[in-house]
């Protein structure tokens, strides 16, 4: 990378109650790059997400983002989970937006955030109208309302059917490209994160990067061996 990392997890470890969640993590995510860490459930994924976030305080290691620790106050990395209930049920799609601007309301940026994921004409709507795709593409105008240098996606898109999946992971693209927005993604999911990652790292204790240079049937197998793999 020709710019420093937005994001570096050094030497990262987690423990609850002294038991090791994963440790000696190394990582870090480039300027507009989309960082997969893929892995079971129960592994400790959106432990790791979090430890990012700065929503949980590491074991071991620090983080750094953008240059900064972690202890600096920085709001703008945005966490985009699978659960549609993150959006307020009593607010409209477009309130919704609007509570995440604060007191610096621009409802010409929120049109165009709503327009970006093709939802601008449900702007009216409340969550419970909404489909699970429709509740999806207002998250993701939500995250990306305020050009966020950072998104932590949490299986972003499991709670929606396979073909709904792939419409949604195209737009997540898409608009990662448009907004030059850097992103760290957690899933079980191979086919997602191989669709949306440039970098996949496997999560087994410590992290296992798959390299880059296989294709992708090859990575795909070396992924499925790495998952067997039993750490020290």
Known sequence: MTTSPVLVLRDLGFAYSQKPVFRNIHLSVGKGEVVGVLGPSGCGKSTLLKVAGSF??????????????VNIPDSRRIMVFQDTHQLFPWRTVEQNLAFAQGAKKDPERIFQALKEVRMEVYAH??????????????????????????LLLD??????DALQR???????????????????LV??????????????FILNENLIEVPSHL?????RDFISQALTLETP
């Open 166 to 184: 792939k419409e949604l992971q195209a737009l997540l693209r898409a608009l990662i490209r448009v907004h030059q927005t850097s992103a760290l």
């Open 125 to 150: 709507y409340y969550p419970h109208q909404l489909s699970g795709g429709m509740a999806q593409r207002t998250a993701l105008a939500r995250a990306f309302l305020g050009d966020p240098p950072l």
């Open 56 to 69: 949980l305080a590491p074991t071991s290691g620090e983080v750094i983002f953008r240059d900064l620790p």
């Open 155 to 160: 299986e972003p898109f499991g709670s929606v």
């Open 215 to 219: 294709p992708f049937a090859e990575a």
């Open 187 to 200: 899933t079980h999911d191979l086919d997602e994160v191989q669709a949306l990652s440039n970098r996949i």
